[in-house]
Nanobody, 128 residues
Framework: QVQLVESGGGLAHAGGSLRLSCAAS????????MGWFRQAPGKEREFVAA????????YYADSVKGRFTISRDTAKNAVALQMNSLKPDDTAVYYC?????????????????????WGQGTQVTVSS
């Protein structure tokens, strides 16, 4: 079992930055891949970014590529999402997710069903 707790959400102005963190506990941190998803009001949950268990591979949605950076800190058992150049469209609840399963296709990480554990979410609001 894995427990995931997100933090760092809040209010930012357009063009500003926020850094989200997801603390993981319950199993060896290096044994699972991590992802971030988000869900805006009235919309389906969508993929944002993912990072492999080794940290060597990262994946991003086109909408955040070049603005967001995902990273993992093994010493802290945490994964972070640095969000720069924020836009009002980035407003959503952001969820951290983890999977132990091994995927050989990068496309797998874009699917919610690829992940086994989820955090409770943290609200990000970007004002114009």
């Amino acid at each position: 079992q894995v427990q995931l707790v997100e933090s760092g959400g809040g209010l930012a102005h357009a063009g500003g930055s926020l850094r989200l963190s997801c603390a993981a506990s319950g199993r060896t941190f290096s044994s699972y891949d991590m992802g971030w998803f988000r869900q805006a009001p009235g919309k389906e949950r969508e993929f944002v970014a993912a990072i492999s268990r080794s940290g060597d591979s990262t994946y991003y949605a086109d909408s955040v590529k070049g603005r967001f950076t995902i990273s993992r800190d093994t010493a802290k058992n945490a994964v972070a999402l640095q969000m720069n150049s924020l836009k009002p469209d980035d407003t959503a609840v952001y969820y951290c997710a983890a999977t132990f399963r091994i995927y050989y296709s990068a496309a797998a990480y874009f699917r919610q069903g690829a992940y086994d554990y989820w955090g409770q979410g943290t609200q990000v609001t970007v004002s114009s």
